[in-house]
């Protein structure tokens, strides 16, 4: 297949909390939840960088659309990384986070590969990072 | 924060056998795994469309680089989509994607949203969507 990720959704317990979590707290740019003319549709997306859309999505409604079991989400399983230009940048990102209610699960601090970085979890637990990586520079 | 996100890293259980099924199975580019000069650094990175990277990391590493406790894969945690311009696509990258070992989990069918699209889980049980989606075609 291409190389192509076109969305990423994310699996919610609560589709308004992180509606605002995403849209107030990390400031991402939504027209907030749409398609709840369907019984298992009602979903936020967010236009990112280079066409990718994230999108926040009920677990209750992906279990039911794929026909899995709903499973706890887990935070070792992936982690979203945005990459900042400037090693400042990282702190000021960690602590919107975390006055939007994220856990802070590591402080920034210098990582093993020469960069800066700090990792936190959404309020489903989902991880990201927030990294200034000099190998690595948003384009 | 900027909306971007640089990077998704996925969890793996076996870097070489996540390896072989995103480079050989899914035909992803990568220069392979990289970062063995790091105790918890190797990983393979894959560069995909508009700048954005996946990257397959031990689980143990992710596990170690956080601090976090192990929890298992969720497979109704998160999705990502792989959209295609024309549906006749889906069949044939599904298709792909089970020679390479992966667990069909909704075989290709119509959607709710007037799309068609099928799931499978990768070797992990990280979910993958491959759709066709008229209000949402590949830029």
Redesign the interface.
């Known amino acids: 297949?291409?190389?192509?990720?076109?969305?990423?959704?994310?699996?919610v317990a609560d589709l308004e909390r992180s509606l605002v979590f995403y849209r107030d707290g990390?400031?991402?740019?939504t027209d907030g939840i749409v398609?709840r003319e369907?019984?298992?549709?009602a979903v936020a997306f967010?236009?990112?960088?280079?066409?990718?859309?994230?999108a926040l999505w009920a677990?209750d409604n992906?279990?039911h659309?794929?026909?899995?079991?709903?499973?706890?989400?887990?935070?070792?399983?992936?982690?979203?990384?945005?990459?900042v230009e400037h090693r400042q940048e990282v702190g000021a990102?960690m602590a919107?986070a975390e006055r939007a209610g994220a856990a802070i699960?590591?402080a920034a601090q210098d990582t093993?590969?020469g960069g800066y970085a700090g990792?936190f979890k959404d309020p489903d637990g989902?991880?990201w990072?927030?990294?200034w990586n000099p190998h690595?520079l948003?384009?």
Do not use: W
């Open positions: 297949m291409k190389p192509r990720i076109s969305l990423i959704t994310l699996a990390l400031g991402l740019p398609g369907f019984e298992h549709g967010f236009d990112l960088a280079g066409g990718l859309k994230l677990q992906l279990a659309d794929t026909g899995l079991e709903k499973q706890p989400i887990s935070s070792t399983a992936f982690a979203l990384a945005h990459n990102i919107a699960v590591k093993f590969y990792y989902h991880l990072e927030i990294a690595m948003p384009g």
